[in-house]
């Protein structure tokens, strides 16, 4: 060790030990499962601490102003021209069969059960998601989070609890406006497009509808919700490596949110044809 | 490597911060190694380093914002290394922490980051407006109520970072680095408010810096209330002493541990390189 100002302490000359590959893969797979068990338990909190004081009512309101209001315009917007596309796209084949009519069953089924909360779903996360982990992620780096935890604060409760509960409540909201915008964009579609009258086109669109699809929509939309929200905060809490680690977690909270929602549906989907099914 | 000097610890009772064989390491290593100290009530130790020796994570542990690996940490009385993280948040409404780059939260203003433990402890809306205008003319900011912390300057933001961890006067005040990277005026008015701090609140204060002359701007000044100037030499009032004490971290433990006039005396060589 130097003992003088000026001199520099001398490296060690032993070479460090290189890891076997076995070695690497343990270590990588034990980071995947503490990843996952962090998410776990970060996901958990974020429910219960709902259940227990201090809440945070006006975080939540302005984090729902957010989530909710902040996305109502692409919301609107995408659930307009996926309804009319839905037409153009079915309408053409329809035509071939003579059953033109059928179109507003299909599109109103289409949108009730899967389009409605995926694309819905999917438009959120790619928006608030990543807003999430880049404000939570900030708030890490730059110590805002340690400076909440040494004012006597759960950055758990103040910071993700509102974000979960808020999208839990707007994304379905969201989701229905979307679903009633797309039958409009469809009943526009289907009267310029291919002369059907709007009365037929909403009676169809509605008749076809069961209580089992509305719930369908409506739960896929709310595990959309907490998938996008938790994991955007998961992505934000863990940021380490200054302003470059805000924005790998920035997009890691699109991927991760928007791949998650997609394998989700499919097993809703599974899940909710079989227990129609059965009821 | 020359022999580090006997620490002369304080007595053991009436301690308000006491950390024994406190051991913390990451994935290079460990960081810090036993480390042992206490401080008196009223009591500023300056906590001296160079990067990486610890400081800042001394702090965070005396805080109870990280957990050691090994070793106990008590803290007004309470052995704070076995509490839960809900026990924990009660346990730092004492404490007041001035984190290195202020650690203001950017969406609020001055004032709201000022009233925040106020308005966290659910306070009376009619108490918490004077309040914190009292402690913002107490680091002269008063007029940056609505400012936003974007558009105040390092030192300022360093000053409503005091503001706000003092403002529910808290026992014991932690400064992290509290002068890093600004100029030797600012530096000198944030000393200042340490000094003020330090002799009207009589706050117990742990100071991690690597700049020893605000060590021995603590050591050798004092804050005068009923002038209302700093003036040189010890307070007429204190009589207690000592008030400032150095700890020299070296390799994770406490390479020196005394007044500053014995660390100026000593003729160790590594202590030598923090004094040329």
Same mark, same amino acid.
């Given at each position: ?61 302005? +984090? ?33 069969? %003579?059953?033109?009519?059928?179109? %507003? ?38 110590? +805002? ?10 950055? %758990? ?123 | ?37 206490? /401080? ?7 906590? *001296?380093?160079?990067?990486? !020796?610890?400081?800042?994570? /001394? ?9 050691? &690996? =090994? ?86 933001? =360093? ?14 005040? *932690? ?20 000094? =003020?701090?330090? &002799?009207? #609140? ?26 209302? !100037? ?7 009032? =204190? ?9 020299? *971290?070296?390799?994770?433990?406490? #390479? ?21």
């Amino acid at each position: 060790m130097a003992d003088t100002p000026f001199q520099v302490p001398q490296s060690g000359s032993s070479a460090p030990e290189t890891p076997s590959v076995a070695e690497v893969l343990t270590d990588a797979a034990k980071q995947s499962v503490l990843k996952v068990q962090d998410y776990a338990k970060l996901s958990a909190r974020s429910v219960s601490n709902l259940f227990t004081r201090p809440r945070y009512g006006q975080d939540t309101l302005d +984090q729902m102003d957010d989530i909710g209001v902040g996305s109502l315009p692409i919301v609107l917007l995408s659930g307009f021209f996926i309804g009319a596309v839905m037409v153009l796209q079915t309408g053409s084949q329809f035509q071939r069969f %003579g059953q033109v009519s059928l179109t %507003g069953d299909i599109v109103s089924l289409a949108l009730v059960r899967e389009l409605g909360p995926t694309i819905t779903g999917l438009l959120v996360a790619g928006r608030c998601s990543s807003g999430i982990a880049s404000e939570l992620g900030s708030m890490v780096v730059t110590e +805002q989070v340690d400076a909440m935890r040494a004012l006597g604060t759960d950055p %758990g409760r103040k910071l993700i609890s509102p974000r979960v509960l808020a999208s839990l409540i707007t994304v379905p909201l969201l989701t229905t406006i979307s679903v009633f915008v797309g039958l409009i964009g469809g009943m526009v579609a289907s009267v310029f497009s291919l002369r059907l009258g709007a009365t037929t086109f909403w009676q169809r669109a509605i008749a076809i509808l069961e209580f089992s699809d509305l719930m369908q929509g409506f739960t896929k939309s709310l595990v959309f919700a907490f998938i996008l929200s938790t994991v955007g905060c998961y992505q934000g809490m863990k940021v380490r490596g200054g302003t470059q680690g805000v924005g790998r977690a920035t997009t890691q909270a699109v991927v991760v949110s928007s791949v998650m929602i997609i394998i989700a549906d499919t097993f809703l989907t599974k899940l909710a044809l079989y227990l129609a099914d059965k009821l | 490597m020359a022999s580090p000097p006997t620490p002369s610890l304080p007595p053991q009772s009436a301690v308000t911060i006491k950390f024994d064989d406190v051991w913390i390491g990451f994935d290079e290593g460990p960081i810090l190694r036993g480390l042992t100290f206490s /401080a008196q009530p009223g009591e500023t130790l300056v906590l *001296l380093g160079e990067t990486g !020796t610890g400081k800042t994570l /001394a702090l965070k542990i005396a805080a109870g914002l990280i957990c050691p &690996d =090994r070793g106990t940490v008590q803290a007004l009385g309470q052995d704070i290394t076995g509490k839960s993280e809900e026990e924990l948040l009660q346990f730092r409404r004492q404490i007041g922490f001035v984190f290195q780059e202020g650690a203001l939260f950017d969406s609020l203003t001055v004032g709201e980051n000022v009233a925040y433990r106020l308005v966290e402890d659910g306070a009376d809306e009619n108490r918490i407006a004077p309040q914190v205008r009292e402690v913002l003319r107490f680091v002269e900011l008063e007029h940056t109520a609505d400012m936003l912390p974007s558009e105040l300057s390092g030192g300022m933001r =360093r000053r409503v970072s005091i503001a706000r961890a003092l403002v529910n006067r808290p026992p014991v005040v *932690l400064y992290d680095s509290p002068t890093a990277g600004l100029d030797p005026i600012t530096s000198q008015t944030i000393i200042t408010l340490i000094l =003020r701090l330090r &002799d009207i #609140y009589r706050v117990t204060a742990l100071m991690a810096t690597h700049r020893l002359q605000d060590g021995f701007a603590l050591a050798n000044f004092h804050f005068d209330p009923k002038t209302r !100037t700093v003036r040189r030499g010890p307070s007429e009032e =204190r009589t207690q002493p000592p008030i400032t004490r150095f700890l020299v *971290l070296r390799e994770g433990h406490i #390479y020196f541990e005394g007044r500053p006039e014995e660390l100026l005396k000593s003729r160790d060589s590594y202590l030598q390189r923090f004094l040329i």
